[in-house]
């Protein structure tokens, strides 16, 4: 992948990754999920979907310019983001076990990158 697409590729999965705090947010603020005006009249919400909207048309974007074996692999990395992201945002713990999965992760995604 070039320099680029490798770039956008990463922020890609920034935006799903801080999409996925955003869903969290929207989720704390709903009081009582029965009603749907909670639902629609959700900053928190609205913001979380036009961001994953977006990143969504850019991830098409990426996949039509790097192929699917190399660009797919850095998603995972949102499994190592989005906890820090909670850590850093909402005060959640992150533990030893999340820690130990991330480097996996970052072990498969260095290894896949390059068998290409």
């Known amino acids: 992948m070039t320099p680029l697409v490798t770039t956008i590729t990463i922020l890609c999965v920034l935006g799903i ?54 660009a797919y692999p850095f998603m995972a990395l949102a499994f190592l983001i989005v906890p820090c992201l909670g850590w850093l945002f909402m005060g959640e713990p992150v533990r030893l076990a999340t820690w130990a999965g991330g480097a996996l992760i970052l072990l498969g995604i260095t290894i896949a990158s390059r068998a290409a």
């Open 17 to 70: 990754s801080l999409g996925q705090i955003l869903f969290k947010k929207a989720a704390m603020t709903i009081v009582d999920a029965s009603q749907w005006q909670q639902w629609v009249f959700n900053g928190w919400l609205i913001v979380a979907l036009a961001l994953y909207g977006i990143t969504t048309l850019v991830w098409i974007w990426v996949l039509r310019h790097a192929p699917l074996h190399l």
